[in-house]
């Protein structure tokens, strides 16, 4: 069956760095979008980053844009986060999903599987 799961969430102080990834089983990667959503406590699940099925194309949400890079390995059915400079805001639960089509969207209703998601803390 389709399955997601995410990895390398952790607690980090403000300015560190993390790298999360998405593994991918049961489906064709390369036939898909992934993108990475994260939500806070109290708040609304938020579109971070999304990349195209050969990786040509990203998308990045303003608030993660020039710190965070999304990136793919079809090959290892793997989609990376690189998470730099981070920041208190930061701190969710961050989640991967795939996505069917063409167009890169992160409106979460364009995406049809969703892995557990990881935990993020950036705190001092």
């Known amino acids: 069956q389709v399955q997601l799961v995410e990895s390398g969430g952790g607690s980090v102080q403000p300015g560190g760095s993390l790298r999360l990834s998405c593994a991918a089983s049961?489906?064709?990667?390369?036939?898909?979008?992934i993108g990475w959503f994260r939500q806070a406590p109290g708040k609304e699940r938020e579109g971070v980053s999304v990349?195209?099925?050969?990786?040509?194309?990203?998308y990045y949400a303003d608030s993660v844009k020039g710190r965070f890079t999304i990136s793919r390995d079809n090959a290892k059915n793997t989609v990376y986060l690189e998470m730099n400079s981070l920041k208190p805001e930061d701190t969710a639960v961050y989640y991967c999903?795939?996505?069917?089509?063409?167009?890169?969207?992160?409106?979460?209703?364009?995406?049809?599987?969703w892995g557990q998601g990881t935990q993020v803390t950036v705190s001092s």
């Open positions: 999903a795939r996505a069917p089509g063409i167009i890169l969207r992160l409106h979460p209703g364009t995406y049809d599987y």
């Open positions: 990349i195209s099925k050969s990786g040509g194309g990203t």
């Open positions: 049961g489906f064709t990667l390369d036939y898909y979008n």
